[in-house]
């Protein structure tokens, strides 16, 4: 059975880092895409980054530069380091993975089987 468990949320100040952590267990990382999510409130869940199985990457504009998307195989965690953040990055943000759905756009829902609970992220100014 496929888990994903996210951890790393906080509050932050406006130009602060956080490091976010979803550790997967029932599938291993190495074999399907990834990618994190966030949704505030009020607002649809949006995605922000991805990464393929080969360890390719994919940023929405509004965070290139300022987060990144990594993978640690040996231990079966995905990653997000988050540096200067905004106010409009306060969110809940999910981890979510999956295979064989990639006729859907990469930041479609739809393309993403399992899902963590989210963790989450508050900025103050």
């Known amino acids: 059975q496929v888990q994903l468990v996210e951890s790393g949320g906080a509050s932050v100040q406006v130009g602060g880092s956080l490091r976010l952590s979803c550790a997967a267990s029932?599938?291993?990382?190495?074999?399907?895409?990834m990618a994190w999510f966030r949704q505030a409130p009020g607002k649809e869940r949006e995605g922000v980054a991805l990464?393929?199985?080969?360890?390719?990457?994919t940023y929405v504009d509004s965070v290139k530069g300022r987060f990144t998307i990594s993978k640690d195989n040996a231990n079966n965690i995905l990653y997000l380091q988050v540096n200067s953040l905004k106010l409009e990055d306060a969110a809940m943000y999910y981890c979510?993975?999956?295979?064989?759905?990639?006729?859907?756009?990469?930041?479609?829902?739809?393309?993403?089987?399992?899902w963590g609970q989210g963790t989450q992220v508050t900025v103050s100014s």
């Open positions: 990464i393929d199985s080969d360890g390719s990457t």
């Open positions: 979510a993975a999956g295979s064989g759905r990639r006729y859907y756009r990469p930041f479609s829902k739809m393309r993403y089987q399992y």
């Open positions: 029932g599938y291993s990382v190495m074999s399907y895409y």
